[in-house]
């Protein structure tokens, strides 16, 4: 019987097939992304080194002794490796549980494929069961969580958590998001967010989900 865990392991080993031979990789945060950084130590000398999308990535991957870049000296990125919080059938993910979004966002904005991992458990019909977390200027909480009240949101400030880019986090609580691309766009609009934990103008390209009976793959 798999465990969480060994359904993350299967999905982030799947993923080395699509990491082209010399290149740059674009990495992920959170639990299946540090599965995958430790795949990729495994044939760290067949690419030339990675841009993390966190500290605490930037920091797995030089233990294992991966060259780390800042994108602006990779360039653009062949790939993109990351997990989701929420998924759906349409590619749509909802992302930032582990409070890295805005970089992930912007690494995956320059990659020319984004690959999904997720256990089978985040495959949902609609996002918003997991709080959707908000990236947001320390000075303007309070106006931002009265706008997303008026949205049908209940935000809660996430205690004690600063990002890597020293802004706060706000989990909304509460959404059906049924239209995430329009959601994401007006939620970007908000004087003082940064950015939201939609991922749907650039939604994933490839799905390694893991299930039960092994790694399903959707596109
Ligand atoms: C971090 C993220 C993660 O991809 C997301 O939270 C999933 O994490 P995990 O793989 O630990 O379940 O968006 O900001």
């Known amino acids: 019987m798999m465990n969480q865990d060994d359904l993350k392991r299967a999905v982030a080993l799947a993923a080395i097939q699509y990491v082209p031979a010399d290149c740059i990789v674009g990495v992920g945060t959170g639990s299946t992304a540090n599965f995958f950084i430790d795949e990729l130590a495994k044939i ?8 993390a999308s966190s500290e605490a990535s930037a920091k797995r991957l030089q233990g294992h002794g991966i060259e780390v870049m800042s994108l602006n000296e990779a360039g653009a990125l062949e790939v993109y490796v990351d997990g989701a919080d929420e998924i759906t059938r349409h ?6 549980g582990g409070g ?9 904005g320059a990659s020319r494929k984004f690959i999904c991992l997720c256990d089978a458990s985040k495959l949902v019909d609609v996002l918003g069961k997991f709080p959707l977390p908000i990236e947001v200027i320390p000075m303007a909480r309070s106006s931002v969580a009265r706008q997303l009240v008026a949205l049908g949101g209940q935000p809660m400030l ?10 706060i986090i706000i989990d909304v609580h509460g959404l059906k998001i049924m239209n995430p691309v329009e959601l994401e ?18 939604a994933a390209d490839v799905l390694l989900l893991g299930t039960a009976d092994g790694v399903k793959t959707m596109t």
């Open 91 to 96: 590619m749509h993910m909802l992302k930032g």
């Open 100 to 108: 890295a979004l805005t970089r992930e966002k912007i690494v995956a």
């Open 158 to 167: 996430r205690e004690g958590f600063t990002t890597d880019n020293g802004n």
């Open 185 to 202: 766009s007006e939620l970007d609009h908000i004087a003082g967010v940064v950015t939201n934990g939609l991922f749907a103008r650039r």
């Open 44 to 51: 760290k000398n067949k690419i030339r080194g990675a841009v």
